[in-house]
């Protein structure tokens, strides 16, 4: 039994280093790319996350995305509408409201960009069988949740 469990302990640190590596060269990767589209990273990834949205939202809904302070969350739009990636316009169905919108050339050079990087990202997972594939997307989601709540937790001064 104790090999079992020394077995365990082994993986769960090689786990730790690797994901600690694996965090940090998504960070660098994160900060490269914003770098060549003369972004802020937390901007990119604003772009991203309005990419998976059903239509425009609001600087609310930015701030829930982002996990920012709606002040926070006007300043990175104002950002974003400078630099052309994204417009304001009024709800018409309700005129308080104002909508923010991507604009879709500057998202098509967005995307050119991810298109030019896809390849290599898609090769590597020609390594995986369908279930194996299966399984990172599970640990992903699952992790896209954790980090919601870890987010939550940091932020709420509950650690």
């Not at 090689?14 to 660098?28: I, P």
């Not at 604003?46 to 998976?52: D, Q, R, T, V």
């Not at 609001?58 to 994204?86: C, H, M, N």
Request: net charge neutral; with cysteine.
């Amino acid at each position: 039994m104790p090999q079992k469990k020394d077995g365990r302990v082994r993986l769960m640190t090689e786990l730790g280093v690797a994901s600690r590596r694996y965090m940090a060269s998504y960070a660098l990767f994160n900060q490269a790319l914003a770098d060549h589209l003369s972004l802020h990273p937390t901007d990119l990834q604003c772009l991203n996350l309005l990419g998976l949205e059903p239509g425009p939202v609001t600087t609310g809904r930015i701030a829930e995305l982002t996990g920012l302070t709606t002040g926070s969350a006007t300043r990175l739009v104002d950002r974003l509408e400078k630099a052309g990636y994204v417009t304001r316009r009024r709800d018409t169905e309700d005129r308080r409201k104002v909508l923010v919108e991507a604009v879709p050339e500057r998202m098509a050079e967005f995307g050119a960009v991810w298109g030019k990087l896809n390849g290599a990202w898609f090769e590597m997972f020609d390594a995986y069988d369908d279930g194996e594939i299966e399984l990172l997307i599970a640990h992903m989601r699952r992790t896209v949740d954790l980090s919601g709540a870890q987010i939550e937790r940091l932020r709420s001064g509950r650690l």
